[in-house]
Structure formats: structure tokens, C-alpha cells
């Protein structure tokens, strides 16, 4: 098992997979906005920048990611990434299953948007060991992440599902407990790095 874990580790943390990685990361992200795109057509601009969670929390992993890669730690970015790409992929894994339970059939685009939302929330727990973010940058990623959901949950700009719109107020309380489970998360990261935090 241990050797196992190695040559997996070994995978993970190999440059060349972690390039690949970001290609995909990257196709991934362009694809998001894709498919907000009919509903940025209908927000107001003041909102733009918060409607987008998916593709935004995949974009902050991907500079973090670039930055591994070339040697250099975007701190803020960082603690961004881990909270929201792990927030929103399961938001998205959830809201998805819900739909399909709700009596609206998801399909193969919806099952797809499961399975690669779900690996988002893995690949950023798989790489906390190159997480270097410190409180600071936790503080603000968690002061982002929470006004956000204001601005989805109490101005309206949440991601539309229609067979669950009904249920904005259940899926507003949901979203804010996982913002919080998922800043702890970034608060274990730092608690378990001394190390990291006399960098």
C-alpha cells in the first residue's frame, strides 16, 4: 500500500502530469464560462464578476497551479482555489444529484458536470502540500467567499437550476454551511503547516 501511495504521489507531483493538469484546467475553465453564458447576457454588470463560481474557483487553481509550476506562490490565489474549487464542486455535485432526484433527468452533460466538478474538489484537497497561503490571505479568500454568497443568495445571482428554484432559501443555507466547512478546511492547511508560516 505504501509503495503504492508513493507512485501515486510521485504522479501527482511530477511536472509533466501537473502541466497536463493545467491544460485541463484550463479547457476547463473556458468551458464554465461557456456555459454561464446565457446567464452573464441576462446580469447586471455589477454582478458579472460573482456569477461565474465554477469556472472562476477553477481559474484561481489554475494560476495557483502555474505558479507551482514555475516556482512561485500566489499566496491569495492559493487560499482562493482550495476554498472555492472545493466549495463549488461539491455545490455543483449536490445541486446536480438534487436535480436528477427532483424529477428532471440531467443526461449525460449532467452526469459529465458531476464527475468533473467532484474532481475539482479532489484535485485541490490532493494538493495542500503545496499550499503556502497564511491567515491573511485565508482571511480574505473567506471574506470573498461569503460575500459572495450574499450577493448569489440575497441580490439573486445565484446559478440558475430551474427544477430547484423553489428551493433558494434551503440552497442558500446549504451554500453558506459549506463556505464555512471548506474555509475550515483552508484553517486546518495553515494550523497543519507551522513550517509553511515561518516562510
Known amino acids: 500500500m505504501h509503495t503504492v501511495l508513493t507512485q501515486i504521489k510521485f504522479i501527482l507531483f511530477h511536472k509533466s502530469f501537473m502541466w497536463l493538469l493545467l491544460v485541463v484546467n484550463i479547457l476547463g475553465t473556458a468551458y464554465g464560462y461557456y456555459w454561464y453564458k446565457w446567464q452573464l447576457e441576462i446580469t447586471k454588470p455589477i454582478y458579472l464578476i460573482f456569477v461565474p463560481d465554477s469556472p472562476t474557483a477553477s481559474l484561481f487553481f489554475s494560476i495557483a497551479l502555474f505558479g507551482w509550476l514555475i516556482n512561485r506562490h500566489f499566496k491569495l490565489i492559493e487560499a482562493?482555489?482550495?476554498?472555492?474549487?472545493?466549495k463549488y464542486g461539491l455545490w455543483a455535485v449536490v445541486m446536480n444529484i438534487w436535480t436528477q432526484f427532483e424529477g428532471s433527468p440531467i443526461?449525460?452533460?449532467?452526469?459529465?458536470?458531476?464527475?468533473?466538478?467532484?474532481?475539482?474538489?479532489?484535485?485541490?484537497?490532493?494538493?495542500?502540500?503545496?499550499?503556502?497561503?497564511?491567515?491573511?490571505?485565508?482571511?480574505i479568500a473567506a471574506i470573498w467567499t461569503l460575500h459572495n454568497d450574499v450577493i448569489d443568495y440575497v441580490f439573486g445571482q445565484m446559478p440558475i437550476y430551474r427544477s430547484l428554484s423553489?428551493?433558494?432559501?434551503?440552497?442558500?443555507?446549504?451554500?453558506?454551511?459549506?463556505?464555512?466547512?471548506?474555509?475550515?478546511?483552508?484553517?486546518?492547511?495553515?494550523?497543519?503547516?507551522p513550517i509553511q508560516q515561518s516562510k
Open 166 to 193: 423553489e428551493h433558494y432559501q434551503t440552497i442558500g443555507y446549504f451554500t453558506f454551511w459549506l463556505s464555512i466547512a471548506c474555509i475550515l478546511l483552508a484553517i486546518k492547511v495553515i494550523k497543519s503547516s
Open 107 to 139: 443526461g449525460i452533460v449532467g452526469w459529465m458536470l458531476i464527475a468533473s466538478h467532484f474532481a475539482m474538489a479532489v484535485q485541490a484537497v490532493l494538493y495542500i502540500p503545496f499550499y503556502k497561503f497564511k491567515w491573511i490571505h485565508m482571511l
Open 80 to 86: 482562493l482555489a482550495l476554498i472555492t474549487l472545493v
